[in-house]
Nanobody, 123 residues
Framework: QVQLAEFGGGLVQAGGSLRLSCAAS????????MGWFRQAPGKERDFVAL????????YYADSVKGRFTISRDNAKNTVYLQMNSLKPEDTAVYYC????????????????WGQGTQVTVAS
């Protein structure tokens, strides 16, 4: 069973950048498809990006396409989310998630979740 922990959130001005990290432990990281989701206050948890086991395939929500990049380092058991050109509407708690199946954009496809990290984008 894999445990996930996110790092790298914080306060940034609009137009700035942040890099989130998600460290995995307790499982064979390279077996898992990984996803990033986010949840703003009073809203549902929304899909942001996903990456397959080898990192060969990625997929993004339209709202972040061209600004965010997901990547992974299986040797370090870590998945990353590089966020550029941040907007106030990107403000949310960001969660990483893992699935032993083919990753998709639905949060119900993921079995394991981190505790989340807050990202706040000031206008």
């Amino acid at each position: 069973q894999v445990q996930l922990a996110e790092f790298g959130g914080g306060l940034v001005q609009a137009g700035g950048s942040l890099r989130l990290s998600c460290a995995a432990s307790g499982g064979t990281f390279s077996y898992y498809g990984m996803g990033w989701f986010r949840q703003a206050p009073g809203k549902e948890r929304d899909f942001v990006a996903l990456i397959t086991w080898s990192g060969g395939n990625t997929y993004y929500a339209d709202s972040v396409k061209g600004r965010f990049t997901i990547s992974r380092d299986n040797a370090k058991n870590t998945v990353y989310l590089q966020m550029n050109s941040l907007k106030p509407e990107d403000t949310a708690v960001y969660y990483c998630a893992a699935t032993a199946s083919m990753p998709g954009p639905s949060r119900y496809e993921y079995n394991y979740w981190g505790q989340g990290t807050q990202v706040t984008v000031a206008s």
